[in-house]
């Protein structure tokens, strides 16, 4: 390689791993921000931050011994590093998404396979010495563990919807460019290629490399919050009750069967006082059978049919979420809660008058049904 | 000490580090520009993007002046082709500064409004005129630029400070003005460590120093930028004096005022005379759009929703009045569209639009 390419090429490769550790270090901080929810399936985060961060320290340095080290034996321990480096990204990626909540995903029993396989080619890479053996080895693990990871991503994508759905398609686009330009870029291919051409797809590969991480990074910036696979079809109505008032003010129903005479019956004010009295009702019951006044109810089980409630906080007290479900899950739990902070950021002004807005409530909150569709979309 | 004129094109083991250290500040402050044009486009309604637009210039004009830089020093052979670069260079900083003082004034007037700007803007003017006579002399004039900027992030502290202290809820400001303070001292230092007269002095080790401390530099002006509230959220409550909400049919909805005058006559007699002064206007464009109305002291802006329109009179033309006047129009028609789209004139159902502009004005 020229000088001239050589001088282009080297800065940006640090100018890769930077970008690499800042796409790492986010998927580490939405873990993080996300962890509290607990919602297993976010771990996958986790992987992908383990992916980007020991994967790209592997292909930088496999690149930098291919087109700046001559001397051998720094060559070979250049190398190994290279192989520990993305070994521990695949494996660590493997181990993650092998866990039992990704089964309704993949399953995982294949998942282990593939890991047992990727940490058995790991070793055999770091104790042989045979070139050829090396080389075939080296293929073995790219095509499996790529086949594998592609694969999974795409049934990651089938299963997802909204928004969610969208950002993981232009991750999977930023990375198949970043295989693609690592596969013919990272290292020289005298066999394949003449210099001319390889001088070329070097100039290129650092530009298209950076281009792939950024459409990632781009993609994964701010990403939403993994709900649960199939969360929404678990959801039958959402119930936004005044206990002052013993009254609906809110509700959605997420269920299009019947869907007139659900409203009509819901709208009617016998069925008001009974929904939203029984609640409270309940509630007072309970409390005074296990004599605790703070904690409030959080689930009610009727038959095949479960009712998850949240409570309003300090100034709205006086609201109570419920959730009318077909099965109890994290991630339904979570959409409630994010329901209750959307009510309030955008009808918190408004709330504590609900008297002046008496018998009007169903045309002022009518247009959160918009905000609740917009909330299904993006997860 | 060393007194060996540097020679250019750098060449030698640390001209290859600094390459490296040069080429990730170039990334590092395209990609906060990118971070800010992120923010801008997609907080587009929020009055805090307004003054990020300028961080987005000055954080690219950065980024291009050290393209220049690099390209200068490391791959022009010709001694003039390198100043050339170099002036270029300060010429992309200084346009992405001048943008940047230029977004901030808009909204926010330091002295006199555009102070900055303009003295920036002569200043680029003079460096032009300088280095067309002299293309040596531009990175000596250059110290001119840093000792605007440095005026200008004083004023800035002493605005920002005023607000912190007059919201306590904004949090501890000291925090806040380490980060600017480091950042601004670890970028001009660093900045004097780079140009050719110190690495003459000291070798490419002042430059390799000077780089990193500008990282450091770009980092902490990053997590300041980030973090500090904008001027516009709270500097406009000093020049709003009435607010007023009229139903497209004429009635007043609800009014406001902000200066303790209480002229009911007056207050009354309003929502008539600027519904016919809003059809006059609508007739004249033929179409429905926001209305700014100036006299020497007072400005009448007028937002048209749906329903309503929302009249604010204030003392000074802020592009932050217009944009908080309408996402207050905006919330009110979220909430009472289906109640606006056949009012009755029922004022009841209306008394907590109160709340709505306490949350948005006061």
């Known amino acids: 390689m020229g000088n001239e390419f050589k001088d282009f090429h080297y800065p940006f490769i640090f100018i890769v791993l930077i970008i690499a550790y800042q796409i790492s270090a986010y998927c580490f901080y939405l873990y993080f921000r996300y962890k509290k929810e607990k919602l297993k399936i976010n771990n996958i985060s986790l992987a992908f931050a383990f992916l980007y961060g020991f994967g790209f320290t592997g292909i930088v340095i496999r690149s930098i011994n291919s087109y700046y080290i001559d001397d051998l034996l720094l060559s070979n321990l250049f190398i190994k590093i290279s192989h520990i480096s993305i070994s521990i990204a695949v494996i660590l990626f493997l181990l993650i998404i092998s866990q039992k909540y990704y089964n309704e ?263 959160f049904n918009q905000i609740i569709e917009d909330i299904f979309k993006t997860n | 000490m060393i007194f060996d004129k540097i020679e250019f094109p750098l060449d030698g083991p640390i001209a290859d580090v600094l390459l490296v250290i040069e080429w990730i500040i170039v990334f590092i402050y395209l990609e906060f520009a990118l971070v800010f044009l992120n923010r801008t486009l997609k907080f587009k309604k929020e009055l805090k993007s307004l003054q990020e637009k300028g961080y987005v210039f000055l954080f690219l004009g950065f980024s291009l002046m050290w393209i220049f830089f690099i390209i200068g020093d490391y791959y022009m052979i010709s001694l003039d082709l390198r100043y050339i670069c170099l002036n270029c260079g300060y010429v992309s900083l200084m346009l992405g500064c001048v943008i940047f003082f230029y977004t901030i004034e808009k909204n926010k007037i330091f002295l006199k409004r555009y102070l900055f700007t303009l003295i920036f803007t002569l200043d680029i003017i003079l460096f032009i005129l300088i280095i067309f006579i002299d293309i040596y002399s531009g990175q000596l004039i250059t110290f001119t630029f840093w000792i605007i900027f440095l005026l200008f992030f004083i004023f800035y502290s002493i605005e920002l400070g005023s607000i912190f202290k007059s919201n306590p809820i904004l949090g501890n400001y000291k925090f806040q003005y380490l980060k600017l303070v480091l950042g601004i001292i670890f970028l001009i230092f660093g900045f004097g460590l780079t140009i050719d007269f110190i690495i003459d002095l000291f070798g490419l080790i002042s430059r390799v120093i000077g780089d990193l401390l500008q990282i450091g530099a770009i980092i902490f002006l990053f997590l300041f930028f980030i973090s500090i509230p904008s001027f516009l959220e709270y500097d406009w409550q000093k020049k709003v004096e009435n607010i007023y909400i009229i139903h497209k049919s004429g009635l007043l909805i609800y009014e406001k005022s902000f200066i303790g005058e209480d002229d009911d006559q007056y207050d009354s007699s309003i929502s008539g005379k600027i519904t016919s002064l809003k059809m006059m206007l609508e007739h004249i464009s033929k179409k429905e759009d926001i209305s700014v109305i100036e006299k020497k002291g007072k400005i009448i802006i007028i937002q048209p929703g749906h329903y309503i329109y929302g009249v604010l009179i204030c003392k000074v033309k802020l592009n932050s009045l217009q944009i908080l006047l309408n996402n207050f129009i905006e919330k009110i028609e979220v909430i009472y569209s289906k109640i606006l789209e056949k009012w009755d004139g029922d004022l009841k159902v209306l008394r907590p639009i109160d709340k709505i502009v306490k949350d948005y004005f006061i």
């Not at chain 1, 013993?246 to 997420?254: G, S, V, Y």
């Not at chain 1, 009509?264 to 019951?285: A, D, V």
């Open chain 1, 105 to 367: 995903l993949i399953d995982i029993r294949i998942t282990r396979i593939v890991l047992f396989i990727s940490v058995m080619i790991s070793i055999l890479i770091f104790i042989i010495n045979d070139i050829a053996l090396f080389e075939i080895l080296i293929l073995i693990s790219l095509v499996i563990g790529g086949l594998y990871m592609l694969f999974f991503h795409i049934l990651l994508i089938q299963k997802s919807t909204g928004t969610i759905r969208n950002r993981l398609l232009s991750v999977l686009i930023g990375d198949i460019i970043i295989i693609f330009i690592v596969v013919i870029g990272t290292e020289r291919h005298p066999y394949l290629f003449s210099s001319d051409v390889q001088d070329i797809i070097t100039l290129l590969s650092n530009p298209l490399v950076i281009l792939g991480q950024l459409i990632v990074f781009y993609s994964i910036y701010d990403f939403p919050i993994f709900l649960e696979f199939n969360w929404q079809e678990n959801i039958l109505n959402l119930y936004i009750l005044d206990i002052n008032r013993l009254k609906i003010i809110f509700q959605h129903n997420f269920i299009k069967v019947n869907e007139e005479e659900l409203i009509s019956k819901q709208n009617s004010k016998s069925h008001n006082i009974i929904f939203s009295g029984g609640i409270i009702g309940m509630e007072k019951i309970v409390s005074a059978m296990t004599k605790s006044k703070e904690s409030k109810i959080e689930k009610i089980r009727q038959g095949e049919y479960l009712i998850l409630l949240n409570q309003g906080e300090n100034d709205f007290n006086f609201l109570t979420y419920c959730i009318l479900v077909k099965k109890d899950m994290v991630s339904i739990r979570y959409v409630l809660k994010l329901i209750k902070n959307e009510f309030t950021k955008l009808y918190g002004s408004i709330l504590q008058d609900l008297k002046l807005i008496e018998d009007k409530e169903s045309q002022i909150f009518l247009e």
